[in-house]
């Protein structure tokens, strides 16, 4: 059964960083694009980042960009996601998906190109 599990998130004060990471069980990551995505209360899930199935490109999103590093560790089965300096702004329920995409080197941060999602993990940036 394949299976995303996120994990790494919590409470954080304004300016402060959290690694999350996505592991993945039942399946190995290293044919998968992976993504990251975000939906805070009340609004739609949109995307974060995202890394290509060989580690060769990446994407963020424009509020992420410069403070948010995604990472992927395929002898882990793991992908990270490093968020420094974090906002208000950057609460939400985080949630990584995969999608089968061999020997592509592109991502997309388009919520509805990935077949498989994790159950998400709270980040709440607050003093």
């Known amino acids: 059964q394949l299976q995303l599990v996120e994990s790494g998130g919590g409470l954080v004060q304004p300016g402060g960083s959290l690694r999350l990471s996505c592991a993945a069980s039942?399946?190995?990551?290293?044919?998968?694009?992976i993504g990251w995505f975000r939906q805070a209360p009340g609004k739609e899930r949109k995307g974060v980042s995202c890394?290509?199935?060989?580690?060769?490109?990446?994407n963020y999103e424009d509020s992420a960009e410069g403070r948010f590093t995604i990472s992927r560790d395929n002898a882990k089965n793991t992908v990270y996601l490093q968020m420094n300096s974090l906002k208000s702004e950057d609460t939400a329920v985080y949630y990584c998906?995969?999608?089968?995409?061999?020997?592509?080197?592109?991502?997309?941060?388009?919520?509805?190109?990935?077949?498989?999602w994790g159950q998400g993990t709270q980040v709440t940036v607050s003093s």
């Open positions: 890394i290509s199935s060989s580690g060769g490109s990446t």
């Open positions: 039942g399946f190995t990551l290293n044919n998968y694009r």
């Open positions: 998906a995969a999608q089968y995409a061999p020997l592509r080197n592109w991502c997309t941060v388009v919520a509805n190109s990935y077949d498989y």
